[in-house]
């Protein structure tokens, strides 16, 4: 059974160009996967929280000293490691703002990066521990950044790959919807974004 994990990050509920990407691609993975099993986890929706301060401490405190407030601090990223690590494919609804990613999805970023948990430092440097993990990067932007004199004012796709790339999910694929907010380009199809995909098991 593949199981999935999907991300979604837009403040834009139905109206969102990511998610309904973000949908078509689970929806292709099911032609692939007869066997599937898909937990969503809707960011905006949720009022996913930041990282605070205490939480960051409880992450370096040794599990058999926390305190049962500490316990309780971590439990939103415990849960969503937890989630991580058991998905086998990840999909990440990516929304630009502000050339970035939405701070709902930094916050889950923030919340499953653990020192000793999903990363840890040896004699080689860094090293992720989300292992066979694929992920897919729905991205929509108003503008157009895949080419072009805008490309580099694109932070959303390279810092996702970065911090992807840190966890252990080095295998990821990035689909994009641009042009939402021009009017000759809005029109574009989703289908037309998964054809830029290999869709080969
Ligand atoms: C708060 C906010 C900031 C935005 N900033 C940018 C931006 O920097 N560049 C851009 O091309 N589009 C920007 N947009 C437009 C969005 O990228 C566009 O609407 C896209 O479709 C958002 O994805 P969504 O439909 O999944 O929410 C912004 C939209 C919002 C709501």
Same mark, same amino acid.
């Given at each position: 059974?593949k199981?999935?994990?999907?991300?979604?990050?837009?403040i834009?509920?139905?109206e969102?160009y990511?998610?309904?990407l973000?949908?078509?691609?689970?929806?292709?993975l099911?032609?692939?996967?007869?066997?599937?099993?898909?937990?969503?986890?809707?960011?905006?929706?949720?009022?996913?929280?930041h990282?605070?301060?205490?939480?960051?401490?409880?992450?370096?405190?040794?599990k058999?000293e926390?305190?049962?407030?500490?316990?309780?601090?971590?439990?939103?990223?415990?849960?969503?490691?937890?989630?991580?690590?058991?998905?086998? #494919?990840? #999909? #990440?609804?990516?929304?630009?703002y502000?050339?970035?990613i939405p701070?709902q999805?930094?916050?889950?970023?923030?919340? #499953?990066?653990r020192?000793?948990?999903?990363?840890?430092?040896?004699?080689?440097?860094p090293?992720?521990l989300?292992?066979?993990?694929?992920?897919?990067i729905?991205?929509?932007?108003?503008?157009?950044?895949?080419?072009?004199?805008?490309?580099?004012?694109?932070?959303?796709?390279?810092?996702?790959?970065?911090?992807?790339?840190f966890?252990?999910?080095?295998?990821v694929?990035?689909?994009?919807?641009?042009?939402?907010?021009?009017?000759?380009?809005?029109?574009?199809?989703?289908?037309t974004?998964?054809?830029?995909?290999?869709?080969t098991?």
């Amino acid at each position: 059974m593949k199981r999935v994990l999907h991300i979604k990050s837009s403040i834009n509920g139905n109206e969102s160009y990511s998610a309904r990407l973000g949908c078509a691609l689970v929806h292709k993975l099911r032609n692939l996967y007869t066997d599937m099993y898909v937990v969503t986890k809707d960011l905006s929706e949720e009022d996913f929280p930041h990282l605070g301060g205490d939480t960051f401490a409880a992450f370096f405190v040794p599990k058999e000293e926390l305190t049962p407030d500490q316990e309780h601090l971590l439990r939103i990223s415990d849960k969503a490691i937890q989630q991580v690590m058991e998905a086998d #494919i990840l #999909i #990440i609804d990516a929304p630009m703002y502000n050339f970035g990613i939405p701070s709902q999805l930094k916050a889950w970023l923030d919340q #499953i990066s653990r020192a000793g948990v999903t990363f840890e430092y040896g004699k080689d440097g860094p090293k992720g521990l989300i292992q066979n993990t694929k992920a897919y990067i729905a991205m929509a932007s108003g503008g157009v950044y895949s080419e072009g004199a805008a490309k580099q004012m694109d932070f959303v796709s390279p810092y996702l790959r970065t911090i992807l790339g840190f966890l252990g999910i080095t295998d990821v694929d990035l689909v994009r919807v641009e042009g939402t907010a021009m009017k000759k380009l809005q029109k574009q199809s989703i289908e037309t974004a998964l054809d830029q995909l290999q869709w080969t098991d």
